[in-house]
């Protein structure tokens, strides 16, 4: 996030895209709804119409997949109407032409006929969001996670440019982390290009910096990212895979090429608190871990902030802590590491990475820090690109429309398309072990549109089976006017019937983020 | 909003506030002792409970604190013998309905009680009809409630689920779940927040009913369900932990939370929880191991793939759900000790 | 100023606020964008208050021009009739009127729609905005007659005796749970909607349009008073104030039924206490039953003959006011409820001291009137029947 969650309140206008923020982010909502009551202006765009889509000033119900043309088009309309930041583009962007020919060919009406929304719905929005001076963006997976993720963020990052939203309190571009920590899961360089703290591993000044760090030198091969792996372990390439914490085998998309991948790979370690599919089915060895209750340590939340982890209750038997798994296998390795303490390591993390150098454990006792923090006295950053945009300028893109990898066709007529829900988390495997919660939602639905579902024969609390190119799953079919006809909607939570059979192998070109938002299916009914 | 400032009188001394401070608050930076129940401080305020009465020149009856508004000029005080005498008879008047939570958690009443000295009052109202509920998450001892609207108020300002309502009038008014049906079927989602918000204890967690919170320990850390990164307090009593509660004014969070955040930590003592390494054996299942055995399996297979078909033949997949600093060594594994830059974790966002 | 020609009038719901006061304030307001308020109440629920039933049976036409007075003058564009739900002939006498009015070019066409108000059981608190936020009504064409615009609508009132209230009648209408609102804002300055609200009972604009209309010279010299209980002919009837309750009782009401000698009687709707026979030579006035410890209120006269005794009068009183609390202050809520148990017997009467006590915090905690006045029920009890309340 560009912002503090805690600014959201003081927001005036919220455009909220591709977020069911009440239920994914329930208590960041909650500043939004402060915000909202306080009488900022809230514009949705969701294919569904969430809680926040229900108390919006504007709802832009879209077609999921055609973020692109509907941003595009409220950036037609405030250049039309001159409500760019003039100054702000001049002086602080560049790129702009490509910008604007490329939003030039989106006026409302041919995005309201692509998206599925009123042409004046589209004006409205432009126009709250580029006059209100505290504008915000709010983004999750709903725009990330679809063949055009990329470019659907840049979309949104030119919308900020070109009204000037950026770098101020509560005007921002925000994309909120749908898991705890995943923004320090990259910070901390869990990817294949970048060194943690985000230095490219392909420099070679980056490299001989951690290389003299670590004492030994590093590769300058650029490394797989999770997709690549999975189509390296089809083609007999990657041969041994280390999988922490995660069961590729539920969230991975197109379920049955990864099973096939996992067939013919060697060596399998998986390391976690519960027994998961992939471990069950393919771990040579797997090594039991601590929950966050049974360690210390730090998390990084979506606005950037470093807070402390500690260790509340033992570890159950001899379950031990990730860091000491690994850095015992580490030394099995030959290497000889610092002693499992996270502050010692955390100590080397600061000292390797600028941004962070200012963020060591006795300040962050009480109350956590925001990255950038260079030095011990920075009192951290509540919100980025102060002034100017961090990159020096700020660099428009032009846009086009990506459609989905895959899009409803005779045979498989609707347009699936997935999220989370308020009460269960990813896998489930952690809420599903909560009777409560389980008494709430217990098993796997699917949402219908009335008039879909009237078509279809289908009634509300019928078993259903949703059927892909590429596999089917059972649901109770939900019959709502959240949807649109033609969309239907499911959780991606549950086990028994793991959304990802059906996905595709859509990525988006640049990152590799699966597009399990856009799915075609068909429902077949169970009988009565 | 204006950020002038105003003069006016507290207790003889002249005040210098901020326009739009309550009197309550107004008050607190004083120092002056002022009762409250209704309030807080993350609701607007209600003026109900009438704890907080203070004297106003020129009102014709005391004001209520947390309700009014400092203006220019206005000569307050806020703890005269018959106010301290009016608020100990509205908080006997209390007592008189108000009988002790089961919950286990921190009840106001008590500090009340202390405060103004009270006995026994001078009349007891029945008892009301107990709440039966399903869910598994929110009790609600409905003879502890003292109609402060705290909970409903949250439900309303902070949720804005108006899930909970306050029902009724005169001897019948109740704070209930929507028309008194279960929590699981109204519009409640579960989020908990009216039992922080409620002072009595009457609104409790059931998993951890009956265990007095104040016996417990306390370890301040953060939730690990979404990426807001709430700051929570785990509740643990003889080595398990029993409850979340999270402080107001501390974290993104504030003191809310989400179901998940407050109820979903069953998991964490859960049976199925691994507790000693496996190993696959040569019969294709999975068996009990010593981490030794584990360890040098691990290293045995990783060199082994590495020496056959190089570095970049492993993978490393790292968990958006670990600290920094397990995520940070684990790359460091990839790429340090086995010499790859496979290293990726599940979500790109 | 025509306002000024109501100069001696006060308002007869009860509290009896200078009326030109009242119009004046609200004509002094700056008119903003949703425009002022006119807000008649008719929630009449004071026990033994009958009259603005029986004015709205009678002259319903009086009473809605007065409103039309009353919002030519303070600069209103909406007015609503908030009608106690069990008045449904009234409703029906109304809505002819307001069609009578329609025609005659007094009122804007489309006036005359109905809706309901809130009551118990209800959320306490609800997104406002019921039924229309002002912003959203169309525009209100003018009148033929008077070339004003003015919407006269009514609401069906929510039951309960607190709707009465002013600020808990707004609550009712915006559609929430009828809990009086902490004054101030005045209604006059903030009221439905959070529009300047001119609000006035039944009763209140009949005599404003009498006044204004000329047919009477001397504002408040007359009330109208309900008598009932034990008389013989039970009605409403127009006196004038400072009338003694014996004369009303003889002369109106036709005395006594069975010639009974009288137990007890109260001035002023239930809310004025018990007064014993010997006070029956006061003046109905508010002098002079100040006097004797109370108040005028609605000029509601309830006669008790014997054998009837003041307690069990004054306990049903402190009955229905327990029940008909809100619930919002703990004060009324739960101070009522004792009182009531007290002087019924259902619980012993506690030390004095005590007694003294929750009366006090009863009168300067509550919120509202209900709460605060409740225990001058008890403390007449005590100065005039106090063997019956030890
Ligand atoms: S349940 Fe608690 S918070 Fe709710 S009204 Fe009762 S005492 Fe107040
Ligand atoms: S705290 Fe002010 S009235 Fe309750």
Redesign the interface.
Known sequence: MTN???EIEDADCLFVIGSNTTE?????A?RM??A??RGAKLIVADPRRTWLAQ?ADIHLQLKPGTDIPLVNAMAHVILDEGLQAQDYINNLTENYDAFAQAVAEWPPERAAEVCGVNADDIRDAARAYATTDRSGIYY??GI??HVCGVDNVRTLSNLALATGHLGREAVGVN???????????????????Y??GYQL?GEDENRAR?EQA???P??A??????DQ?MD??HTG??????????D?LV?EPNLAHVEEGFEKV??V?CQ????NET??RY???????T?????????????R???????????????????EI?????K????E?APAE?QV??D??ADLMPKFYGIRYDRIEE??LQWPCPDRDHPGSKFLHEGAPIRGKGLFYGVDHVPPWEEPDEEYPFLLTTGRT????NAA???A?????V??QGSNFIEIAPADARDLGVLDGAAVQVESRRGKVDALAVVTDRLSPGVMWMPMHFAAARANVLTGDGRDSE???PEYKVTAVRLATHGH | MSHDKITFNLDGEALEVVAGTTLLDACRSKGAQVPTLCHEDRLEPFGGCRMCLVELDGAPRPVPACKTNVASGMVVRSGSDSLERVRGTIAEMFMAEHRPATGGRPNAMDKVAKRFNLGAPPIQFPERAQYHDRNRFIGFDTDACILCNRCVRYCDEVMQVTALEHSGQGPNAIVQPTDGLSFLDTSCELCGGCISSCPTGALYEKQSQGVEESSCDTTRTVCTFCGVGCVIDLNTKDGKVVKVTAEQGVGPNDGHLCTKGRFAWQFIHHDDRLSEPLVRGEDGELHAATWEEAYARVAEGLTKVKQEHGADSIGFLASSRCTNEDVYVLQKLARSVIGTNNVHSCAAT | MDIQRLEGLRGCGGAGFPVHIKWQAVANEATPEGGKVIVCNADEGEPGTLKDGWLLNEQPRRVLLGMQRAAAMVGAVRAYVYLRPEYTEQLRFLQVAINDLIEDGFLSPGSGAMWNGAGFPGRSVQRPGHPLPPQEMPNIAPAAATGLPLRLDIVLGGGAYICGEETALLESMEGRRPQPRHKPPYPTQSGLWGLPTLMNNVETFWWAERILSGEIETPGSHRLYSLSGDVERPGVYEAPVGITARDLIDHFGGGVVNREQISCWIPGGAASGVLPASCLDTPLSPEGLKEVGTSLGTAGVVVYAKPTQPVEVAAEIMKFFADESCSQCTPCRLGNRAFSDWISGVHEWPEPEVTERWLEAMELGSICGLGFTAPLVVRQMQRWFSEAVV
Request: charged fraction near 20%; glycine fraction near 8%.
């Open positions: 503090s969650i805690a994914a982010h329930p208590v960041l909650l709804k402060k909202m009551r108390h999750t997976l990330t996670e994309p909120l982390r749908g898991q705890n920590n995943v923004q320090g899961c990259n910070d901390m360089g869990n990817n294949p290009l060194l943690p591993v951690f670590w004492g030994t590093l590769s091969v650029p490394g797989l990212r999770l792996m390296r372990m390439e990657l041969r041994a895979f280390y999988v922490m914490g995660e590729p969230s060697d060596f370690v976690d608190i519960f027994l471990s069950r771990a040579d060895v797997v090594l039991p871990a929950c966050f209750a049974e360690k210390d340590g730090t998390f990084t939340n979506s606005e902030r470093v807070q402390r982890v500690r260790k509340a209750v033992d570890a159950p038997g001899n379950a031990r802590p990730d860091l690994i850095i015992e296998v580490a099995r390795l030959g290497a590491w996270p390591i955390w080397e993390v109350t956590g308020l009460y269960h988390y495997t952690q809420t072990r909560s009777a409560g919660l008494d709430k990152v590799g983020t």
